[in-house]
């Protein structure tokens, strides 16, 4: 048996956060929307399509075309909000720049932010990366947001174990709520010792770039197990990251047919065979390996 795409998904997967709430395992990303006017048409309909399908987590930040993919997102929301969607069932993640962390700088990016969505709240607000603020500052920032209403859940970005160590010993830094950090099937090194860290405080790890920017999508090493499934080399990816306890992938596409293709990779049930010749081919890390920044 194959994956079935026309008959979709009906009970998506799902991860758990902290407060025991289920969001989506698998999101949209958008990065590189919004870099061109000239395709918004275009970037909002592949938007629309998805929450179309069923998709409901889109992952964006206030870098990806200098805010240009927020109000992508902002426009696609809109229309599916006007239709058929509910705002509850949605989960809109979004990052500020370290530039902005200062706990004053944050009320006024994530203001903009929320005016480019066109949304009254965030559902979870990410530090992009880490700079050179406290962070106890930053999180006195988040707080403050969420007093404010603006957002729901904070967390952070690419953020190595080091960081996220340092992150729960400052007051209020055990209520982050993720860590999104680029993690594949070919860059593994997170597994070392940060995602089981993860696990042990209950804390999903997002992954982006689940197809190690484009490199996955149609490697040769996964055309025997994509075969036996009847599906692609990059569905296989996917849903090797979707096995992962804990982990929530969040691959772009910008059109229908990829969109499809993403979607029904949480049909695909890799066997105990499947997975260890994945792990002859893309061995775990031994040892402990740099961050991977892309």
Not at 208 to 229: C, I, N, T
Not at 258 to 281: F, I, P, S
Request: glycine content about 8%.
């Amino acid at each position: 048996m194959g994956i079935d795409m026309d008959k979709g998904v009906p009970h998506p997967l799902e991860t758990s956060f902290p407060s025991g709430e289920l969001r989506p395992a698998l999101g949209l990303g958008t990065w590189r929307f919004g870099e061109e006017r000239s395709r918004r048409a275009a970037e909002v309909g592949a938007l629309r399509e998805a929450l179309a399908m069923g998709w409901r987590l889109i992952d964006t930040a206030e870098m990806y075309g200098e805010g240009g993919a927020e109000v992508v997102a902002g426009l696609a929301v809109a229309e599916a909000l006007r239709a058929d969607v509910q705002r509850s069932e949605l989960f809109i993640v979004s990052k500020a720049l370290p530039t902005h962390a200062s706990a004053r700088a944050l009320q006024t990016a994530c203001e903009a932010s929320l005016r480019r969505l066109q949304l009254e709240q965030i559902d979870l607000y990410l530090l992009h990366w880490r700079g050179v603020v406290p962070l106890a500052e930053t999180i006195r920032g988040f707080e403050q947001l969420q007093r404010r209403g603006l957002i729901r859940l904070w967390g952070v970005s690419n953020f190595d174990l080091d960081d996220m160590r340092e992150l729960s010993a400052v007051p209020g830094g055990r209520a982050c709520a993720t860590n999104q950090v680029y993690y594949s099937l070919s860059q593994r090194g997170v597994e070392h010792d940060l995602l089981p860290w993860q696990r042990v405080q209950q804390m999903p790890l997002m992954a982006y770039s689940p197809f190690d920017q484009g490199e996955l999508v149609d490697h040769p090493r996964l055309r025997p197990v994509a075969e036996r499934h009847r599906a692609t080399p990059a569905q296989v990816a996917l849903a090797w990251l979707l096995h992962q306890p804990g982990v929530m992938a969040l691959p772009k596409a910008g059109n229908a047919l990829h969109l499809r293709h993403n979607w029904a990779a949480q049909q695909l049930r890799l066997t105990a065979d499947d997975l260890a010749e994945l792990d002859r081919h893309f061995a775990p890390p031994e040892g402990k390996q740099p961050l991977v920044t892309r």
